[in-house]
């Protein structure tokens, strides 16, 4: 097993294009579109499993970890929901770009340059966050088995990623990155994309039972995504540490 899972080709490609993490019009623009679906999913998930009465800061006293934070996009709006938000990234620029941003917004998250492996922190946390991240590692079973280390006994991981099918290969790679232009050529890999029963093979090897998945499609005619049955591009899953 490698023992580290940063892959520097893939940090130094979001390096590249960190300056633009906030700019809903800019490189990480179908993030900016795909956010909203995500944070429900985290949302609505957390409230149902920790038995939650919804209120305008429904996620108050859960403990977040978001790996592979970026400039924040995700730990922003959850601990506006009230969670305690830790966002470690393996690009420096990531979480300069996160913690620069962090001062507009008047919220209280912790940032750290850093991997799984080499992180370490005062507690465990009910909720870690790896999404649109696993395809962009250099070891997935390494990457979740130092995830899930951080993880409280019945907490929950969220996982979303890209399905290795030729409808994934057609329409993340030859349509959002050559044809739509959605994305910088050589975002991603065909070959670093992971079917959700091997994701699932890794994750029980790590005490994580799956408890949902669901597909999310982009649906041109509200210019919005939703979730769907449709697995055999982008999924999102759901596991409980045993």
């Known amino acids: 097993m490698n023992n580290n899972t940063i892959n520097q080709e893939e940090v130094e490609k979001f ?3 960190a300056e633009e993490w906030w700019d809903p019009k800019g490189k990480f623009k179908p993030l900016h579109k795909f956010n909203p679906i995500r944070i429900e999913y985290i ?16 996620l108050n006293g859960i403990s977040i970890l978001d ?10 709006p959850l601990a506006r929901l009230g969670a305690s938000v830790v966002g470690i ?8 770009i996160a913690k620069h941003h962090l001062k ?12 799984p492996e080499n992180f370490s922190y ?16 250099e070891s997935i079973p390494k990457f979740i088995n130092e995830s899930s280390k951080f993880l409280n006994n019945n907490g929950i991981m969220f996982i979303a990623t890209l399905n290795q099918t030729l409808k994934s290969y057609v ?22 994309f ?24 982009f649906n041109p005619f509200v210019n919005k995504w939703k979730l769907s049955d449709d697995k055999s591009v982008n999924y999102i899953t759901k596991y409980k540490k045993d």
């Open 89 to 96: 990234d393996a690009s420096k620029k990531n979480i300069d």
């Open 122 to 137: 005062k507690s465990k946390f009910d909720v870690i966050l790896n999404m649109e991240i696993i395809e962009h590692v």
């Open 104 to 115: 507009k917004s008047n919220l209280k998250i912790e940032y750290y340059h850093n991997s």
């Open 67 to 76: 790996i592979g934070c970026g400039g924040g996009l995700l730990s922003e």
């Open 43 to 58: 949302k609505n998930n957390i409230i149902k499993d920790f038995n939650i009465s919804s209120n305008h800061k429904p």
């Open 15 to 17: 390096n590249k294009i």
């Open 171 to 192: 329409f993340a790679i030859l349509g959002a990155e050559y044809i739509l232009r959605w994305l910088p050529i050589g975002t991603h890999d065909w070959n670093k």
């Open 194 to 217: 992971v079917k959700p029963e091997e994701l699932e093979k890794i994750c029980n090897k790590n005490s994580l039972i799956l408890k949902k998945i669901d597909g999310v499609i």
